[in-house]
């Protein structure tokens, strides 16, 4: 498990949902690893983690090209309630490189809330990722050293030191050498068009399966965040294949496939301005709040604070809290910052009471929060997991952009500077996310495997592009839309990455009907919802789990 900057881990992954506890009881017949089911051309679904049936797909890496070999592809389904299903919903979390099985075994509950009771709901691990392969680990076998190393490799970019900015760019060179040793030509299949062909054949062996005609097999689909990348990419490849799409926390696809990642933080200082108003309104309940006449007095100190900070990284030594001695920055309280904006009602009390901390010169929730001072547990007791989320997001976006953006350091530099303009708040840190790490990379997928442009086309059925009106990190659906002939956008009022931040009967009744009879939402409807990230604790509201390696702080 990666402790500290964990955004950098699962930044386009949509923020995490409320667990869902899945009995675990003895059954032999029951399948819990999908090294137990032998890949399979044809579809063949066997009982799996209790509530579910998997099937684990054998593929051609290259749909054109069969010699190069072939993969599997994970899928697990979670059957509706009322039987026979409308059909089979396919879903990816995000990522690139987060497991929609791994989502679901954990937060089936969001996902059914959404999505309702009449169609089947299959999570796909896409290539690379988890379940599916092919092996993308540039560290395989060994994942407590592969976690380690990324700590290293993340730790400490300041982009405001010369010096630091100049090692960054040595070491994320360094990792695209490494894993061109490491891995083999498979890794060329990793990307984001092959996997949408690999729902096409998913459809079309269900199809098969129940006697129908695979040529006029449609997907459906539901994806968030780099979800909505995938479902993009599906209905510009394949538009007249198109079933009930929901595309939601969306993303400049264009931008996501140049590979300079630009367009990410439009909205990420609005927010920041969130938390501002959130914190002002819960007054006392909020650990930042301190007699404020307004938001924006809070702002003022909040931005003294980090300020401060930036000049003045602080020393933690309280051996109540941390293990050994170590000192925070303003790039420590940035990432934490950038991480609590996917989810607010998870993470902004965290966020304030880290804040208070700080504004008193006590950093020792920030450096607990992050995970400095504290030892990696995984790395020495060996509980690492066997796969990362990291890894594949590399190499899966580094093949998606097929090195479109030339990663030189001058171009680097430029874009933290404008990233810094688009969010002074977290613009700092966001280029670190995945661009630098693609200039090594000897991969690329074969010329059929590159997506070339998006131009307007008409889908077999009309898309529904969903967001909350407030998201960090993706915030393009109105670009996106404009791509698909009769797409319409369907909004809620809540500040987060992705609907599952909030739990709206308004939004789910829209996409239940949406999903039912194809009927789209009036043009422009905006939800209401109970939005409230400072709720007690003990609110329903409060939804969320912390980001993995995030410890849940009570305050
Ligand atoms: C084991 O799982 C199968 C398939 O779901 C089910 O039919 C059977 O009743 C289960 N057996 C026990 C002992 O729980
Ligand atoms: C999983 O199965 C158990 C036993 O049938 C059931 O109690 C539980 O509600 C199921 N979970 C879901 C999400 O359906
Ligand atoms: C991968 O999938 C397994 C189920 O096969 C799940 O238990 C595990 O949490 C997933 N791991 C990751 C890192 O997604
Ligand atoms: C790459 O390595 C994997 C695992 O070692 C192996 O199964 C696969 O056949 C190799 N693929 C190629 C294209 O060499
Ligand atoms: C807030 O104001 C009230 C009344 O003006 C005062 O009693 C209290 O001490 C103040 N609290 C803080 C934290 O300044
Ligand atoms: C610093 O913050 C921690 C956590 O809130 C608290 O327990 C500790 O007493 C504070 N240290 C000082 C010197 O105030
Ligand atoms: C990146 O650098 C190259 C070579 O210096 C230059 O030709 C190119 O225009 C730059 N790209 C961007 C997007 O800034
Ligand atoms: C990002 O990439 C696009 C396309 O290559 C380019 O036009 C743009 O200038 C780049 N922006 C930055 C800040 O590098
Ligand atoms: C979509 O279909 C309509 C009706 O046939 C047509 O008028 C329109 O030009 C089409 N749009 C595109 C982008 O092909």
């Known amino acids: 498990m990666v402790h500290r900057y964990s955004a950098l881990a699962g930044l386009l992954a949509t923020a995490a949902a409320t667990p869902l506890s ?36 054998e593929v051609p890496l290259d749909y054109d090209n069969p010699d190069v070999g072939t993969t599997n592809v994970a899928f697990m389904r979670y059957d509706a309630p009322n039987q026979p299903a409308m059909g089979d919903i396919i879903w990816n979390p995000g990522g690139p490189g ?14 059914t809330f959404l999505l309702g009771d009449s169609y089947n709901i299959v999570g796909m691990d896409p290539r690379g990722v988890n379940n599916s392969g092919p092996n993308i680990d540039c560290f395989a076998g060994q994942p407590a050293l592969r976690d380690y190393y990324l700590l290293e490799l993340f730790n400490n970019i300041d982009p405001r030191s010369p010096i630091l900015l100049e090692k960054y760019y040595q ?12 891995l083999n030509a498979s890794a060329n299949y990793a990307n984001t068009p092959a996997t949408a062909t690999d729902m096409l054949h998913y459809a079309e062996l269900l199809a098969e399966s129940q006697g129908q005609s695979p040529e006029e097999a449609k997907v459906h689909y539901y994806g968030a965040s780099y979800g909505s990348a995938l479902g993009t990419t ?43 108003r959130f914190c002002y309104e819960a007054g006392p309940k909020c650990a930042f709040f301190r007699n404020d006449s307004s938001a924006d007095s809070i702002k003022q100190r909040f931005d003294a604070m980090l300020e401060d900070l930036e000049d003045n990284p602080i020393a933690v030594t309280d051996v109540n809290f941390v293990q050994f001695p170590t000192t925070v920055t303003h790039i420590d309280f940035r990432g934490f910052l950038l991480i609590s904006l996917y989810n607010p009602p998870a993470l902004f009390p965290s966020l ?25 547990s995984a790395e020495c007791d060996g509980t690492s997991p066997e796969v990362s989320s990291v890894q594949p997001k590399l190499l899966i976006a580094c093949n998606d952009n097929n090195k479109r953006f030339t990663v030189t350091e001058e171009n680097v530099t430029a874009l933290f500077e404008y990233d810094k303009q688009l969010s002074t708040y977290v613009g700092d840190i966001w280029p670190a996310v995945i661009v630098p790490q693609c200039r090594n990379l000897d991969f690329a997928p074969p010329e059929n495997q590159v997506f070339q442009k998006f131009e307007k086309v008409n889908t077999s059925t009309p898309i529904l592009f ?83 390696g995030i410890p849940n702080i009570p305050f």
């Open 22 to 57: 899945i009995r675990n009881d003895a059954n032999q017949t029951m399948v819990r690893s999908f090294k137990d089911i032998p890949p399979s051309t044809d579809l063949k679904y066997v009982p799996c983690f209790d509530n579910f049936t998997c099937a684990n797909i």
């Open 98 to 111: 987060d497991s929609a099985i791994e989502f679901m075994l954990e937060a089936l509950e969001m996902l």
């Open 171 to 182: 070491d994320s060179g360094a990792f695209g050498t490494w894993c061109s040793q490491t």
């Open 234 to 276: 599906f209905a510009s490849l394949y538009p007249d294949r198109v079933g009930r799409f929901i595309i939601d926390a969306v993303l400049d696809v264009e931008d996501y496939y140049f590979g300079n990642w630009s367009q990410n933080l439009l909205q990420a200082d609005k927010a920041v301005e969130s938390f501002f």
């Open 352 to 376: 304030a009471g880290i804040a208070a901390g700080l504004e008193n010169h006590n950093g020792t929730l920030l450096a607990l929060a992050t995970g400095n001072g504290v030892m990696p």
């Open 466 to 548: 969903t967001d909350n009106v407030i998201d960090p990190v993706t915030s393009s659906y109105e670009k996106m839309s404009a791509f698909y002939e009769g797409s319409v956008i369907l909004l809620q009022d809540a500040v987060g990455h992705g609907l599952v931040v909030t739990q709206a009967e308004c939004t789910a009744g829209y996409v239940q009907k949406y999903l039912q009879t194809g009927e789209l939402p009036p043009p422009g409807t905006v939800c209401d919802t109970q939005f409230e990230p400072f709720a007690s604790t003990t609110s329903a509201k409060k939804r969320g789990l912390a980001p993995r």
